[in-house]
């Protein structure tokens, strides 16, 4: 079995910046796409960012030059630095690791940003 730790989330104002982790540990096998989602309350969980074992990386318009997913293939380890926050931004953020063909899903960390 695969177990993801996710650190990193937190309250932050408006303009402010937080980055997330997100670990890998266990039985991990062939780990190729890293990403991360975000549900906001009464919302469907939405893709934020990935990036692939290559490094390529693909983000959604509404975080497009804010956030920058980043990963270190030797930790396992996924990275989401987040700047200039808006409110909107708030919501659970999830992180996914593929490893061969299984999605294993962190726990989720709140991230909330006030105005």
């Known amino acids: 079995q695969v177990q993801l730790l996710e650190s990193g989330g937190g309250l932050v104002q408006a303009g402010g910046s937080l980055r997330l982790s997100c670990t890998a540990s266990g039985s991990i096998f062939r780990v190729n796409i890293m990403g991360w989602h975000r549900q906001a309350p009464g919302k469907q969980r939405e893709l934020v960012a990935v990036?692939?074992?290559?490094?390529?990386?693909n983000y959604a318009d509404s975080v497009k030059g804010r956030f920058t997913i980043s990963r270190d293939n030797a930790k396992n380890t996924v990275y989401l630095q987040m700047n200039s926050l808006k409110p909107e931004d708030t919501a659970v953020y999830y992180c996914l690791i593929r490893t061969g063909p299984q999605d294993n899903w962190g726990q989720g960390t709140q991230v909330t940003v006030s105005s």
């Open positions: 990036i692939g074992s290559g490094g390529s990386t």
